[in-house]
């Protein structure tokens, strides 16, 4: 196991990763926010789907979903119908308009990206993704395993700056 100044140095660096996070998400249409992207791209990759679904694959409460799907849905990127094997839910689908949107962002995402890293080779970007593909598998097993997974917090030499209390 690593030692603990190389995972404060890999949160740092996590912070530091925002910038990279908020540089994409100014690069999308004002009407399509990080939240409606991610649901695009989801539906892209896996196809048609339950909202239960999407909302595991996203890794959001159901609630949070909701608020994506529908902010989709009214600008007509996706259609919401009865799923055949259970009236009471829903099957999403990308429309022609939500295809058409998720090939824009596409290419808009890849064209910055081969900017930014023109000065790195196939092999550093396979190996980023790969790491990344990795770190995020990681914090997949551990939620879909629970808590007992996760590695304990470094043990801190806690002081108290409370007065102990008086007894009569």
Same mark, same amino acid.
């Given at each position: 196991?690593?030692?603990?100044?190389?995972?404060?140095?890999?949160?740092?660096?996590?912070?530091?990763?925002?910038?990279?996070?908020?540089?994409?998400?100014?690069?999308?249409?004002?009407?399509?926010?990080?939240?409606?992207?991610?649901?695009?791209?989801? !539906?892209?990759r896996?196809?048609?789907?339950?909202?239960?679904?999407?909302?595991? !694959?996203?890794?959001?409460?159901?609630?949070?979903?909701?608020?994506?799907?529908?902010?989709?849905?009214?600008?007509?990127?996706?259609?919401?119908?009865?799923? #055949?094997?259970?009236?009471?839910?829903?099957?999403?689908?990308?429309?022609?308009?939500?295809?058409?949107? /998720?090939?824009?962002?596409?290419?808009?995402?890849?064209?910055?990206?081969?900017?930014?890293?023109?000065?790195?080779?196939?092999?550093?970007?396979?190996?980023?993704?790969? !790491?990344?593909?990795?770190?995020?598998?990681?914090?997949?097993?551990?939620?879909?395993?629970?808590?007992? /997974?996760?590695? #304990?917090?470094? /043990?801190?030499?806690?002081?108290?700056?409370?007065? #102990?209390?008086?007894?009569k």
């Open positions: 196991m690593a030692e603990q100044a190389r995972y404060e140095e890999l949160i740092r660096q996590f912070s530091a990763f925002g910038a990279v996070k908020r540089e994409l998400g100014r690069m999308m249409p004002s009407e399509c926010p990080s939240g409606s992207a991610a649901v695009l791209t989801l !539906l892209g896996y196809g048609d789907m339950r909202m239960s679904k999407l909302s595991e !694959l996203l890794a959001v409460d159901m609630s949070v979903t909701s608020r994506h799907v529908a902010h989709v849905a009214e600008r007509g990127w996706i259609e919401r119908s009865p799923d #055949p094997a259970d009236r009471r839910s829903r099957i999403l689908r990308l429309t022609p308009a939500g295809h058409a949107l /998720l090939d824009q962002l596409s290419r808009r995402t890849c064209l910055m990206l081969a900017e930014r890293l023109s000065d790195w080779s196939d092999d550093e970007v396979a190996q980023l993704t790969a !790491l990344m593909a990795r770190l995020r598998a990681s914090f997949d097993d551990t939620r879909a395993h629970g808590p007992e /997974l996760r590695p #304990p917090a470094p /043990l801190v030499d806690e002081q108290t700056t409370r007065t #102990p209390a008086i007894t």
